[in-house]
């Protein structure tokens, strides 16, 4: 039987929120384990100068406890 685990995280780029997913999870899995997915439940962008800054999103990352 398998136990998974649910985290959240957040992760911003400056080119896209393709890249910001990206970062997040290539940076959650030098910590987290057997990562099975990613939810991406949030994404917002901040404004400077009235350009797009960063993009931003907010991942729930589901991974399996080791035994």
Known sequence: MSVARIT???S???KSFEDAIEQGVVRAAKTLHNIKS?????QE????????????????????LDE
């Open 45 to 64: 962008v901040q404004i400077e100068n009235g350009k797009i800054a960063f993009y931003k999103v907010i991942m729930k990352i589901t991974f399996i």
């Open 8 to 10: 959240e995280i957040s």
């Open 12 to 14: 911003a780029s400056d």
């Open 38 to 42: 990613a939810w991406v439940k949030e």
